[in-house]
């Protein structure tokens, strides 16, 4: 049975970077995939000093089961040599607007010149209101899924 816990329901958003510039130190993520099909991704994803193997199921809108579990650093080593394509890296940031700690992550490799932003929600249709910093809802458009990005670049679209 999938509980909330289990649930990821979560937006995604372009940020308009004159307007948005990073106040804190942020955490670098180098993340692979081992699945990218449209019924699962499996990825692993080095964030700073602390290694985790992550499972997502299809998605139903902004929602999508979500299981996480911290492994190896060594571990995750050897997986991201599996991987699919190339990985993806970025810096994260937290940063909290009103209620909400969203994530802001700046592309580097591949991807250099894609900001974005994300939020969780705790309900699919939870009313949010967005800090002055972002540009555009990218929340259904899968070219901007990390999964996609590790595939298809940024830099050449």
């Known amino acids: 049975m999938i509980t909330q816990e289990m649930l990821e329901i979560e937006r995604k958003f372009i940020v308009d970077t004159s307007k948005w510039k990073p106040v804190t130190k942020g955490k670098t993520i180098v993340q692979g995939y081992l699945s990218t099909d449209k019924n699962?991704?499996?990825?692993?994803?080095?964030m700073g000093e602390e290694a985790y193997l992550t499972i997502k199921g299809a998605n139903d809108g902004i929602m999508r089961t979500e299981l996480e579990y911290p492994i190896p650093m060594k571990d995750a080593r050897v997986l991201l040599e599996m991987c699919l394509d190339f990985?993806?890296?970025?810096t994260r940031y937290f940063e909290r607007h009103l209620n909400k700690l969203w994530e802001i992550d700046i592309f580097?490799?591949?991807?250099?010149?894609?900001?974005?932003?994300?939020?969780?929600?705790?309900?699919?249709?939870e009313a949010i209101s967005l800090p002055e910093w972002i540009k555009e809802e990218v929340s259904f458009d899968r070219r901007f899924y990390n999964a996609y990005l590790t595939q298809h670049p940024f830099s050449k679209w």
């Open 87 to 90: 990985p993806v890296e970025k």
């Open 108 to 125: 580097n490799g591949l991807n250099e010149g894609l900001v974005l932003a994300e939020v969780e929600l705790q309900e699919k249709d």
């Open 40 to 46: 699962r991704v499996v990825r692993v994803r080095i």
